[in-house]
């Protein structure tokens, strides 16, 4: 079964950038994509909301709307690890983001359905 850990998370100016990391460990057999969702201040732990994903094989990216052109998903194959590059960073980008993995079917790669397993979060903090 895959670990995941999350890294890099902060406190930034808006308008600047900030890069997470998320190392996986284990047996990653059957991983089919890793995203990346957030849960904003004061929402419940289950609602999470969707920013990015990468599908293992292929390298296909999704994002959501509201970071489109701002946020950027990669992989860093030697360490096992996907990265998410956040530039252009607003007030409402302020959550606890968290790396996922699962075996994501092209109806549900932008949804907490597509993933089983979770890394416990970094927070993220943007000062207007």
């Known amino acids: 079964q895959v670990q995941l850990v999350e890294s890099g998370g902060g406190l930034v100016q808006a308008g600047g950038s900030l890069r997470l990391s998320c190392a996986a460990s284990?047996?990653?057999?059957?991983?089919?994509?890793m995203g990346w969702f957030r849960r904003a201040p004061g929402a419940p732990e289950k609602e999470r909301e969707f920013v990015a994903s990468i599908r293992l094989s292929g390298g296909r990216t999704y994002y959501a709307d509201s970071v489109k052109g701002r946020f950027s998903i990669f992989r860093d194959t030697a360490k096992s690890a996907i990265n998410l590059q956040m530039n252009s960073l607003k007030a409402e980008d302020t959550a606890i983001y968290y790396c996922a993995a699962g075996r994501s079917i092209e109806s549900t790669i932008m949804t907490m359905r597509g993933y089983h397993t979770w890394g416990q979060g970094t927070q993220v903090t943007v000062s207007s």
């Open positions: 284990g047996s990653t057999s059957g991983t089919i994509a």
